[in-house]
T-cell receptor, first 112, second 115 residues
């Protein structure tokens, strides 16, 4: 069945350094990929989405490119800020269904 | 604009009692609604998908006997956690499909604590 893999459970880095959170997926269908950000005690909020192969999508300083050849949708940011500390979830919705399958999440902690 | 409203935002119930949570579609019609649970330190699990005038489809490990869902019209759905225990703690999220290629719409969730 469909699945999403986020290999890092915890990422800690210093403010100003680049961020890269990995996301790979498996599906037999065409798909939408999403990144959600969840701050403490809040619901997840949509950060990015894409269904177009090899097209970079950007929002709030973050960007990701869907690569269907490698089934990846890694989240990146050139310079981390303290306020970026949060849980990040990669999720997919495969063709024919809109409900999401979430990855296990990556806790990003940005230190001063 | 379209949004999903969930009520209550937070609730506490005694172990063994039941708790009902509601999901309201505002500004659009929710032909289907998905309920998710995020247990402490875990990711979001799909509980069930409810479509108006169709049978509710529960995922593995979730049953109608434990999580009965009502979806009487295109703007409202409710789910009850029956006989709640510690393992039922978490954030319960209600989602509905966005229009066209929009992302699914989620509510702010109902956070359930069990004493």
């Amino acid at each position: 069945g469909d699945s999403v893999t986020q290999t890092e459970g915890l990422v800690t880095l210093t403010e100003g350094l680049p961020v890269m959170l990995n996301c790979t997926y498996q599906t037999a269908y065409s798909t939408f990929l999403f990144w959600y950000v969840q701050h403490l005690n809040e619901a997840p909020k949509l950060l990015l989405k894409s269904s177009t192969d090899n097209k970079r999508t950007e929002h709030q300083g973050f960007h990701a490119t869907l690569h269907k050849s490698s089934s990846s949708f890694h989240l990146q940011k050139s310079s981390a800020q303290l306020s970026d500390s949060a849980l990040y979830y990669c999720a997919l919705a495969s063709s024919g269904s809109w409900q999401l399958i979430f990855g296990s999440g990556t806790q990003l902690t940005v230190m001063p | 604009g379209a949004l999903v409203y969930q009520y209550p935002r937070r609730t506490i119930c005694k172990s063994g009692t039941s708790m009902r949570m509601e999901c309201q579609a505002v500004g659009f019609q929710a032909t289907s609604v998905a309920w998710y649970r995020q247990s402490p330190q875990k990711t979001f699990e799909l509980i069930a998908l409810s479509t108006v005038n169709s049978a509710i489809k529960y995922e593995q490990n979730f049953t109608q006997e434990k999580f009965p869902i009502s979806h009487p019209n295109l703007s409202f759905s409710s789910m009850t956690v029956l006989n709640a225990y510690l393992e039922d703690r978490g954030l319960y999220l209600c989602g509905a499909p966005g229009e066209g290629n929009q992302a699914p719409l989620f509510g702010e969730g109902t956070r359930l604590s069990v004493l």
